[in-house]
């Protein structure tokens, strides 16, 4: 069978074929066929009106390129339907429906980001890895669960590729920014840049700007493009870590444009290597936008049934992963693991578990420059002895905190509850999770981390723990984002069932004691299209 597969979401427009045996397993060698012509902007960013221009003039020849190679009859057209921008979408989407009317065969409505993800699970044979997408408009960690791709984390504001190209367009350089950024980095000494990571979700603006600030303040280019890629690239290669650890995968793939750089996927190799995960990195023709990546995710659609009418067919450019449902595979990512081990790897720390003691070391990272990691271990060490006391002064269950080394980032904590919230979620206990959250709001605390495996449970008590990545705070938007991490951890871990449930009482639990503002925010976090 041959399916041909179009691109076309921003700056690729690009058409592909992939030829398959639909009776045996999908072959992670069989190459596709890929042609795709660039946009490259004359000056600044991405213009969408520019680029769908150069849509309409590019696609019909990279579709003309890939019939030519396929070399007989097309079984179905697989075509991007988003997210990306309107207007390229809306070309491509046209081209892709008068083309499965010719030829008289069906049409495949690809998310472009699960074709990102998909490609990697493809070369890699993994059963069920967490991806890390890093491209230009985006940056999220998915996780199949539940017959979906859940968002595990992603960006508050822009994608990782736009966010280094807004540096490098501020300093005068052409686009895209990306590679410049990595080649100036090679003569670069390390300045400390803010670094914001909240559950497994992250922020590029605040960095951005310091980064901007830095060199408008006479700091050597070099030096800040070193840093910005140690910055940011340390908080992905961290909430992947975390993902892996919420979910108890043990394989990790790589997608997105910003996955060709070389000191990401070597970061990404530290952290994997470890805490024994396998990791995968397609080569770079299928990390950054192209076809072959949509043409193979349509040919498992299309092998699934999963084929869609031509009036059902509109584009969608804020398309999310989350909103597909997956019908091309049955198996199941996560993994929670309710044994109770003496010695606990979380994402951060290596826990001891005593009799009565718990000792948490933060024990360096590899992957981190020395400078950043030696500040996180400090800073997270003195925030959670800090912020695990006060929260039970005010009345929120929480271990006591028996000592505190700040040189070695250890901290003995009183051993709480027998289980983590993650291997026996019920409402009631969701419920308590919202009061303690509204407790701490109330408090001006925010814990920065509340996710199923940071709540302890006892007989009679539920207990948070975790304030490493906590904060003081009495802003609405800083306590909406800890609701959004908790549900988060709860959508990508539970069944939806069992997580409708358990959020119903989370949030009846936070309205008890908390302002309604915050649970309102929290419906506008959620609704934040983050196409940008
Ligand atoms: C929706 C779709 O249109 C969008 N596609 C996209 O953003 O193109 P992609 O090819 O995945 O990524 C392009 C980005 O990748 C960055 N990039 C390319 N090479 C890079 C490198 N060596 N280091 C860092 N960034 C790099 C570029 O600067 C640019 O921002 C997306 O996937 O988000
Ligand atoms: N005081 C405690 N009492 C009992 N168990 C604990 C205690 N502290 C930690 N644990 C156990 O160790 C695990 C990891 O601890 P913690 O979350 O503090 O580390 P971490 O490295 O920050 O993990 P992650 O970032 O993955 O949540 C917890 O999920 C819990 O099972
Ligand atoms: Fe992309």
Redesign the pocket.
């Given at each position: 069978m041959r399916i041909l597969g179009i691109e076309g979401?921003?700056?690729?427009a690009s058409a592909a074929v992939y030829r398959f045996d639909p009776d045996a397993p999908l072959d992670a060698d069989a190459d596709p066929f890929i042609e795709t012509d660039a946009y490259q902007p004359e000056s600044g960013g991405l213009h969408p009106r520019e680029a769908a221009e150069h849509m309409g003039e590019a696609i019909p020849a990279v579709i003309e390129a890939a019939l030519d190679a396929a070399d007989g009859p097309i079984d179905a057209v697989a075509f991007s339907r988003?997210?990306?921008?309107g207007p390229?979408l809306r070309i491509v989407g046209t081209a892709a429906r008068a083309l499965a009317g010719t030829l008289d065969v069906p049409l495949v409505g690809v998310n472009?980001?699960i074709a990102?993800l998909e490609i990697g699970r493809h070369g890699s044979g993994f059963d069920s890895p967490v991806c890390l997408?890093a491209?230009?408009?985006?940056a999220h960690l998915l996780g199949y669960h539940d017959g979906r791709y859940r968002v595990l984390g992603e960006t508050m504001d822009t994608?990782?590729?736009?966010a280094?190209?807004k540096f490098?367009r501020h300093v005068g350089w052409s686009?895209?920014?990306?590679?410049k950024?990595?080649a100036a980095a090679a003569d670069g000494e390390y300045v400390d840049l803010p670094y914001v990571v909240k559950g497994m979700d992250f922020s590029f603006s605040g960095l951005m700007s310091a980064a901007k600030d830095a060199y408008d303040e006479g700091a050597p280019v070099e030096d800040v493009c070193f840093s910005l890629?140690e910055t940011t690239f340390a908080m992905l290669t961290e909430v992947a870590e975390r993902a892996l650890s919420l979910t108890g995968a043990d394989e990790l793939v790589l997608?997105?444009?910003?996955?060709?750089?070389?000191r990401?996927r070597e970061m990404l190799t530290t952290m994997c290597a470890d805490r024994d995960a396998a990791f995968y990195a397609p080569e770079p023709r299928f990390?950054?936008?192209n076809a072959g990546m949509i043409a193979v995710l349509g040919a498992k659609m299309y092998a699934a049934g999963e084929t869609v009418a031509i009036e059902d067919s509109a584009v969608d450019p804020n398309f999310r992963p989350d909103a597909a449902a997956v019908t091309w595979r049955d198996d199941e990512s996560v993994v929670i693991d309710p044994v109770e081990r003496p010695e606990r790897q979380g994402a951060e720390a290596v826990v001891t578990v005593g009799d009565d003691r718990v000792t948490k070391r933060r024990l360096p990272k590899a992957y981190r420059h020395p400078a950043l990691d030696e500040r996180l271990r400090r800073e997270r060490t003195v925030a959670e002895a800090r912020l695990t006391s006060e929260a039970r002064r005010h009345g929120v269950p929480t271990p006591v905190v028996r000592d505190v080394d700040v040189p070695a980032a250890t901290l003995t904590l009183d051993r709480v509850g027998d289980r983590d919230l993650g291997a026996a979620l019920t409402p009631a206990r969701a419920r308590a999770v919202g009061e303690h959250l509204a407790t701490l709001h109330d408090a001006d605390i925010v814990h920065g981390d509340p996710t199923v495996r940071n709540v302890r449970l006892g007989d009679d008590r539920v207990f948070l723990i975790d304030f490493g990545l906590g904060y003081h705070s009495g802003h609405v938007e800083d306590h909406a984002m800890d609701c959004h991490v908790f549900e988060g951890s709860v959508r990508g871990t539970a069944v939806e069932t069992d997580a409708d449930a358990a959020l119903t009482a989370f949030e009846s639990g936070y309205a008890a004691r908390g302002p309604e503002a915050v649970l309102s925010r929290l419906r506008d976090v959620e609704g934040r299209g983050r196409?940008q």
């Open positions: 979401t921003a700056w690729a988003g997210p990306g921008l390229c472009h980001m990102h997408n491209s230009g408009a985006n994608g990782v590729g736009n280094l190209d490098t686009h895209p920014g990306g590679p950024v990595e890629q997608g997105g444009g910003v996955g060709q750089n070389d990401l990390l950054r936008d196409y």
